[in-house]
């Protein structure tokens, strides 16, 4: 019986949700599984995974195969590469307190590569925001003002002319 890590679709259309679950390489996509260890949903940026680590690495050391997207989800959170440092503590090239320090280092390095990712866009949603509003400010300033310009009725015309007309000329204007 070959076991399978894979997804489970769920959620309803244009609007995916999985599970991740462990399954018989001949049961129905959506069907009978035999343990679910996680759930992952990409609608989200970035996506939201969550899984039992513990439990995925037990079933990869069991000999469960992950489909190509499970395995990116399972590099993405550290649990291929806990299992190849595992693969070095039994060899004999590593020490359990060196597999844990790197593993350490590793997830430190991720979750701040995550957390830049995430400031960055909460950052852009905030400036996009202010644009919108400054450029809908000035739009209704220039309504405004036109609207203004619409309803002052224009200045009366002066008459500093007609005087100087009326005026009598000397003889040197002559």
Request: glycine share 6%.
């Amino acid at each position: 019986m070959p076991v399978k890590i894979r997804l489970q679709r769920h959620g309803k259309k244009a609007a995916a949700f999985f599970h991740i679950v462990i399954a018989d390489g001949r049961a129905p996509r959506d069907g009978k599984f035999i343990e679910k260890i996680g759930t992952y949903n990409p609608t989200t940026n970035p996506a939201t995974i969550l899984i039992d680590n513990e439990k995925a690495l037990t079933w990869l050391d069991n000999g469960a195969q992950p489909t190509d997207t499970c395995r990116a989800i399972l590099s993405y959170k550290g649990i291929m590469f806990k299992k190849h440092l595992q693969g070095g503590v039994t060899k004999g090239a590593l020490t359990q307190e060196q597999a844990d320090a790197k593993f350490a280092k590793w997830t430190a390095d991720k979750e701040a590569k995550v957390e830049g990712k995430v400031s960055k866009l909460d950052n852009a949603k905030k400036d996009a925001y202010k644009k919108r509003m400054n450029a809908e400010a000035d739009a209704k300033a220039a309504k405004a003002a036109k609207i203004e310009a619409k309803n002052t009725p224009p200045p009366a015309a002066e008459e500093t002319a007609a005087p100087e007309a009326d005026a009598p000329q000397t003889e040197a204007e002559a």
